[in-house]
Structure formats: structure tokens, C-alpha cells
């Protein structure tokens, strides 16, 4: 194998990586009746369970972030595109139509970095902190959607398999269809 073709079977890998990813966020997301509201955060303070689930959405919102990031540094490294810097890799997935936009991105990074603590009392700060993370999660959608297609299409490079696929589309297909249903 050249340096070329493993650097390309890495990248399918990391796609897998962001096809799993989506379907944990989206499986523990599900599991959640959004929007949260401070009162059922209150009730519900002593369940460990539905603490697990938040917490589990926290983290794997994060590692969806932190997934689809590599992903596009590797995908611009493979087009020959400088990746220095981060905001370069981004402004070239902006321009590619990957992300939306670099704010939307920026913004995804700041809540999730915002994390609700597990020694948090204020439950309308938990509520809000969790709620905009939920609100955030078709942009991540989107943006694994887009990469996929633009992975493919600019260096042919597709999943390192499709043990996720039919999963991810459903997610895909549910997120774009709540997303043209408002």
C-alpha cells in the first residue's frame, strides 16, 4: 500500500467513526423529551438513568465534534490543502459546503464547552446548556451528511465499511425531514 492509499483507508476509517458517532448521539438524544425544562430536571434529580443519558449526549456530541474535525483536517491534508491552522481547514469546508457556516461551527464548539457539571444545581442552567446542545445536533448531522458526500466525490473515499450506513441515513433522513418540517 502507498502512503496515498493508507492515508485514504485512515479517512474511510474516520468516516465510520463520524457514521457511529451519529447514531450514539442520535440514540441517546432519543432517548431524551426534548425540550428539557428546569422542573423535570428538578423531579427527576436522584435518577441516575436519565443522568446517564444527559451525560451521555454531552459526551457524544463532543465526540462527534471532535470526530467530524479530524475527519475534514485529514480530508484537506489528502486535497492538498494547508491545515496549519484550524480556521483554515474550516473557511475550505465552508467554501466546499460542508459546514454550514463557520459560526454555526463555532458556536457548536462553545456550547459543548460549556459543559453542565455534574455539581451543578441550577437545573434551568442544566435545562438551557442541554437544550442548545439538541438544537445543534442537525447542524453536526449535516455536516457528517456533507462530509461523506464530498469525501467521496473529491477523492472517492467512502466508509471504511457499512456496518452504519443504513443507520446513518435513517438519522440523516429523519433530521432533514424535521428540519423542512419547521
Known sequence: MTVTEQEMRYLSQLLEACQRCVFFLSS????????????????????????????????????????????MRHAAELLGEPVD????????????????SREAWQEGRVVRNMAA?????????IAEHFN????LEP??????????D??????GVKPASNTFQPEFDA???RMQA?????
Open 139 to 148: 447542524m453536526l448531522y449535516q455536516t457528517a451528511a456533507n462530509l461523506m
Open 28 to 71: 441517546s438524544s432519543s432517548k431524551i423529551l426534548w425540550p428539557l425544562d428546569s422542573s423535570i430536571l428538578e423531579q427527576r434529580n436522584k435518577d441516575a438513568e436519565f443522568f446517564e443519558t444527559l451525560s451521555a449526549v454531552n459526551e457524544r456530541f463532543a465526540k462527534l465534534q471532535d470526530t467530524l474535525a479530524l475527519s
Open 132 to 135: 442548545a446542545l439538541h438544537e
Open 117 to 125: 457539571h455534574d455539581y451543578e444545581t441550577d437545573y434551568q442552567l
Open 85 to 100: 491552522y484550524f480556521l483554515k481547514v474550516i473557511v475550505l469546508f465552508e467554501k466546499l459546503g460542508v459546514i454550514s
Open 171 to 173: 438519522v440523516i433522513e
Open 150 to 155: 464530498c469525501s467521496e466525490k473529491a477523492l
Open 178 to 182: 424535521s428540519v423542512s418540517s419547521k
